[in-house]
């Protein structure tokens, strides 16, 4: 079967996260969203294991599910269309923070358990280390060579991930604290590293220019705080739905079976330039080698952003496509998507009548988003939402790329665009629609 599955995300014990973040609340988002299966989150956390044991029952081999009666009192407050079975798979994101080489290494790692019996063996070792009850991503004074070794003797069977490979401060490649190389990061056990996690800030094709990263999967995730956030990128699979299929595919980093990613475009991620955020300093990699990597506004160093760490490790141009890469789409999230039609914030209450009224006609947002007929999300909604849709589809958007932790800033419609397609409208059918 084919499935759309989000593996990063955290429960409502981390810090920033919205009360939603349970199962219930999961489980409601993911079924509008679309997304068939979901990471747990936080399966280190004390409190949501607990909580997690008591609701979640076993469903496929591996995989979670809530019992019958509460799908079905969940279901009365997800459309018709909508409704689906989905299941929940074990994972925990996991930040380390220790000394190599005389650097501090700051890394994200993102981890995957075929049980909760596995998970807690997981837990034992790492609660020896330092505490996991303080925040459902637990940030702990180790090494991440030895976190691999603790997950792959807990069972052969888990997935580490590199989480947000690239971001500045915390990963495995990022500018301020991470490695050159898998190896160097994960030593003689970087052979069992099978996936990275691309982030926000950077898509496929920028993960292609480093040959090294060929034999690896790259996946792409939300890694949400909030159950609105789920899916904003996410993973399509085409196997059965099991702990063990998914995961060969991974290991396998089989195009047929793990068929494409669905991603943010990179520029909208927050650490996809270099620059000064607190200055309103943004630069391309090219303005941060010939300023020497200073901030023209107060002379100190800029946080190198994605843009340029990628180019810093690349050995192959800008284009360069491996064999056998599996395709991937760029998306806005449905949400902004109406806003900018409206002309509105996207938390806005016209927003989400908007919203659920497609969702309600139409299906789940990932139909809406890649797959429904254009000119059927204008009769559910406006052309000129149907016409955002189109284009985000098709990439014409303009954006003004994120940098220092800003997040970038997406627009459809240029000057003037928003009034010519108007204008169009009402002359083809004798209506302004807004």
Not at 156 to 168: D, F, G, K, M, Q
Not at 354 to 362: G, P, S
Not at 393 to 403: A, D, E
Request: glycine share 8%; aromatic share 8%; net charge negative.
């Amino acid at each position: 079967m084919r499935f759309i599955a989000d593996f990063h995300t955290h429960s409502h014990y981390s810090r920033a996260t919205s009360p939603e973040m349970n199962v219930a609340g999961l489980t409601r988002w993911a079924q509008l969203k679309g997304t068939t299966l979901i990471g747990t989150g936080d399966f280190t956390h004390p409190e949501w294991f607990g909580e997690m044991r008591e609701t979640l029952e076993p469903a496929e081999e591996g995989l979670f599910k809530l019992s019958d009666a509460e799908e079905r009192e969940i279901a009365r407050e997800v459309p018709e269309r909508c409704r689906a079975a989905m299941r929940f798979l074990l994972t925990v994101e996991v930040s380390t923070i220790y000394k190599r080489a005389g650097r501090v290494r700051k890394v994200h790692s993102l981890i995957l358990a075929p049980s909760f019996a596995v998970a807690a063996k997981i837990n034992d070792a790492l609660r020896r280390i330092g505490n996991i009850a303080s925040d459902g991503r637990p940030i702990l004074g180790l090494d991440t060579e030895e976190l691999l070794k603790i997950v792959l003797d807990a069972s052969s069977e888990c997935v580490l991930i590199p989480a947000h490979a690239w971001t500045p401060h915390f990963a495995v490649f990022g500018s301020a604290s991470g490695f050159d190389s898998l190896e160097e990061a994960f030593g003689e056990n970087a052979k069992y590293i099978y996936a990275i996690e691309s982030g926000l800030s950077s898509d496929p094709a920028m993960n292609w220019r480093l040959s090294a990263l060929d034999r690896i999967a790259l996946v792409s995730n939300s890694d949400a705080h909030s159950p609105r956030k789920l899916g904003r990128e996410a993973n399509v699979f085409k196997t059965e739905l099991s702990y063990r299929a998914v995961t060969d595919a991974l290991k396998r980093n089989d195009a047929q079976d793990f068929e494409s990613t669905i991603e943010f475009y990179p520029e909208e991620g927050k650490y996809h330039l270099d620059g000064h955020r607190l200055c309103k300093a943004r630069l391309n990699p090219d303005e941060t080698l010939a300023r020497g990597g200073l901030c023209p506004v107060c002379g100190k160093a800029v946080t190198v952003g994605v843009l340029s760490r990628v180019d810093s490790l690349a050995d192959n141009p800008a284009g360069r496509r491996p064999a056998g890469a599996r395709p991937f789409r760029s998306i806005v999230p449905l949400p902004e998507i109406i806003a900018e039609a409206l002309e509105v914030g996207p938390q806005s209450k016209r927003v989400d009548e908007r919203y659920f009224a497609l969702l309600a006609a139409i299906g789940n947002e990932f139909h809406v988003l890649l797959d429904a007929p254009i000119e059927d999300i204008a009769r559910a909604s406006t052309p000129l939402i149907a016409e955002a849709v189109r284009r985000v589809r098709s990439g014409q958007v303009h954006i003004s790329p994120g940098y220092d932790g800003e997040y970038g800033t997406v627009r459809i419609f240029d000057d003037g665009e928003r009034e010519a397609f108007a204008a169009g409208a009402a002359s083809a059918q004798g209506t302004l629609f807004v």
